[in-house]
């Protein structure tokens, strides 16, 4: 290519890339994730305080059988932050925040065009995918005595109101531990509250 082409072609990509950032098209080819976020405002902030102990664990598990086991990030030959958003994440119906992002508030075109070409949004099963993929990925098939039919995700949640954050003290925030119970009919959340958490 000569220099007269390559410029044109840079200008030209940096043209369509440049017209959906300003056209806000939600949903482009040439990026990894939506290009705008979203802010999401609450009266109660939650947080979810991981436990490392307990992550690197991992998830207490049942077999079809009934041996009990851990699926941990090691197991399923993992690095540390994708086994992190399974077990707290995932594990509790919250999918990457892309997928929130690319259906809020799109544009009439966006909208448009993105329901005719990929279809109406689906709900998506993140649970029953996750029992699925640690199947999968151990080599059990569904007559497998040796199949996973529950695992079990445990997670502190902390809640501060506005007024709390205003004061800037936040070490004593209610808390409540969320315990994920996974199994192929569906999934329960048990929740038990707890103590405020000790101050740092």
Do not use: C
């Amino acid at each position: 290519m000569t220099q007269t082409q390559v410029k044109r072609f840079l200008l030209g990509f940096f043209l369509v890339l440049y017209s959906a950032v300003f056209l806000r098209v939600d949903f482009f080819p040439l990026s990894w994730v939506p290009m705008y976020g979203v802010r999401n405002t609450a009266p109660i902030l939650t947080v979810a305080v991981g436990d490392l102990e307990r992550r690197k664990r991992g998830f207490a598990a049942t077999r079809a059988n009934g041996e009990q086991l851990f699926v941990s990030r090691k197991l399923l030959n993992m690095p540390p932050a994708n086994f992190r958003r399974l077990y707290q994440e995932r594990a509790f119906g919250e999918g990457p925040p892309q997928h929130g992002r690319e259906r809020l508030a799109l544009m009439p075109f966006n909208r448009w065009w993105h329901e005719t070409l990929l279809g109406q949004e689906q709900e998506h099963q993140y649970q029953a995918q996750l029992l699925k993929t640690v199947n999968d990925t151990l080599g059990h098939d569904a007559d497998d005595p040796l199949r996973i039919v529950q695992l079990e995700s445990q997670l502190n949640y902390a809640f501060f109101t506005r007024e709390h954050l205003a004061t800037g003290d936040l070490s004593h925030p209610a808390t409540e531990r969320r315990t994920a119970i996974i199994t192929p009919e569906g999934t329960r959340i048990l929740r038990e509250p707890g103590q405020p958490l000790p101050a740092p």
